[in-house]
């Protein structure tokens, strides 16, 4: 049986030890409502009183709906310090002036979202000297499921270790709201959106093939070409001369 009582202990001291070396006064990460964040948030808040939660919707009905009142949830159940920074008006802005240098495509389109939330994450960070927590579960990166300098874009992640199973099990063990960890996982890129929908694949397969190399064809080709396509997303960029 997993000891999670250990494994906290042990993810607190991991997280207070980023805090000594940066000397940093606190954190701050996204609270998207999903499972990821909140178990991020709770490990966090356990290691550090001054841990902040930023909800930002951006232009996604769900953003202001379902999400917005799960995150709350978790924040007042867990007595974590919430702000909110609505980056939809900003958002437009964006997309209208980089309109007329080119036609956005849909996926550029999308991925203006995560990158608005790392700036904005970056910036309150900096202002206030805190350190900006990661998300992005073992399952995700793996698929490359992220946004290159957006949720990629972190300064340490306690959860990068655990697939998205493991996710849902940590957050049972603290009794986290039965909705964040009932609802399909969702980047509330948009009405509707889903990861697996998104990436043609369940969660469960993909965790079946990390952690044990199984899986049906189809679903080992699909996860052997997310993998492969976004090897990009987990290196450093290239430097002339050290590759």
């Not at 978790?74 to 309109?99: N, P, S, W």
């Not at 986290?176 to 959106?193: D, H, R, T």
Request: hydrophobic share 35%; proline share 2%.
């Amino acid at each position: 049986m997993r000891d999670f009582k250990q494994e906290t202990e042990n993810r607190v001291k991991y997280i207070q030890d980023k805090l000594k070396e940066s000397n940093a006064k606190g954190i701050i990460l996204g609270n998207s409502g999903g499972k990821d964040s909140a178990l991020v948030l709770i490990l966090c808040k356990l290691a550090c009183e001054n841990t902040i939660g930023v909800i930002m919707p951006c232009s996604s009905k769900r953003n202001y709906g379902e999400d917005y009142e799960d995150a709350i949830k978790l924040a007042r159940q867990f007595d974590i310090e919430t702000t909110v920074v609505d980056l939809t008006e900003a958002k437009k802005v964006l997309v209208e002036v980089i309109g007329k240098a080119t036609e956005i495509s849909a996926l550029a389109d999308t991925n203006i979202n995560p990158r608005l939330r790392m700036t904005t994450l970056y910036t309150i960070a900096q202002s206030e000297n805190l350190l900006v927590a990661g998300t992005g579960n073992r399952s995700e990166i793996y698929m490359g499921y992220f946004t290159k300098w957006g949720d990629g874009g972190y300064d340490f992640n306690p959860i990068g270790d655990l697939t998205a199973t493991e996710v849902v099990e940590y957050l049972k063990y603290f009794n986290a709201p039965a909705n964040i960890i009932n609802k399909a996982p969702s980047a509330g890129l948009y009405e509707g959106q889903t990861d697996e929908k998104d990436m043609g694949v369940t969660y469960a397969a993909i965790d079946e093939y990390i952690t044990k190399g199984t899986a049906n064809e189809k679903d080992k080709e699909i996860i052997d070409r997310y993998h492969s396509r976004s090897e990009h997303k987990r290196k450093l960029p290239s430097i002339y001369g050290r590759d």
